[in-house]
């Protein structure tokens, strides 16, 4: 990390674990039927393995599948079209999927995600992200299940990065550099 940037903390680890376990709680009282969960990567890769780890805590059993999907590349804006850069294998045919992405912010990638899904035959698709930020969203598609709101700041850290800098972090922040006011 640069001498010129640093990370200001918005969510510690232990606020994401503590929301992560209720999320999982959250999706266990809807009721999934042949569940799978269907992570968006490479951002949701940290909460995704938690969020798993938490399910299976609160007594549920899914499969697991990844998605990349990308629509920023090296960017810190979407470039408005998503690409399948790694598709799933499984069948989604008459099984309850829950979408599993890092933030929601434009809406594009994960209302992309969902209907594709859908046209595959899916039950039902849910989707479960760790933020939402409201004042971004494009396309409407609302997240299910929802770890937190977030402010309109661009975030990294637990899976999320600038540049593929920043994702080994545990806990969420904003990157703010050397001379800027908080």
């Given at each position: 990390?640069?001498?010129?940037?640093?990370v200001e903390v918005l969510?510690?680890?232990a606020?994401?674990?503590?929301?992560?376990?209720?999320l999982?709680?959250?999706?266990?009282k809807?009721?999934?039927?042949?569940l799978?969960?269907?992570?968006?990567?490479k951002g949701?890769?940290?909460?995704?393995?938690d969020?798993?780890?938490?399910?299976h805590?609160?007594?549920?059993?899914?499969?697991?599948?990844?998605f990349?999907l990308?629509?920023?590349?090296?960017a810190?804006?979407?470039?408005?079209?998503?690409?399948?850069?790694?598709?799933?294998?499984?069948?989604?045919?008459?099984?309850?999927?829950?979408?599993?992405?890092?933030?929601?912010?434009?809406?594009?990638t994960l209302?992309f995600?969902?209907?594709?899904?859908?046209?595959?035959?899916a039950?039902?698709?849910?989707?479960?992200?760790l933020?939402?930020?409201?004042?971004?969203?494009?396309v409407?598609?609302?997240?299910?299940?929802v770890g937190f709101?977030?402010?309109?700041?661009?975030?990294?850290?637990?899976?999320?990065d600038v540049a593929?800098?920043?994702?080994?972090?545990?806990f969420?922040?904003?990157?703010v550099t050397?001379?800027e006011?908080?």
């Amino acid at each position: 990390m640069s001498g010129e940037r640093q990370v200001e903390v918005l969510y510690k680890e232990a606020a994401i674990a503590e929301r992560t376990m209720a999320l999982a709680t959250e999706i266990a009282k809807a009721e999934p039927k042949d569940l799978l969960v269907v992570a968006i990567l490479k951002g949701s890769f940290m909460f995704a393995a938690d969020l798993l780890r938490a399910m299976h805590r609160v007594g549920l059993e899914p499969h697991v599948e990844f998605f990349h999907l990308s629509s920023y590349r090296e960017a810190t804006v979407s470039s408005g079209t998503v690409t399948i850069l790694r598709d799933i294998e499984s069948s989604v045919k008459d099984r309850d999927v829950v979408l599993i992405d890092d933030i929601l912010e434009s809406g594009r990638t994960l209302a992309f995600a969902k209907d594709l899904l859908a046209a595959r035959g899916a039950r039902r698709v849910l989707i479960g992200a760790l933020l939402a930020e409201r004042g971004k969203r494009e396309v409407p598609v609302h997240a299910d299940f929802v770890g937190f709101d977030c402010p309109d700041v661009f975030v990294v850290g637990y899976g999320m990065d600038v540049a593929h800098s920043y994702r080994e972090l545990s806990f969420i922040g904003r990157v703010v550099t050397k001379g800027e006011t908080k």
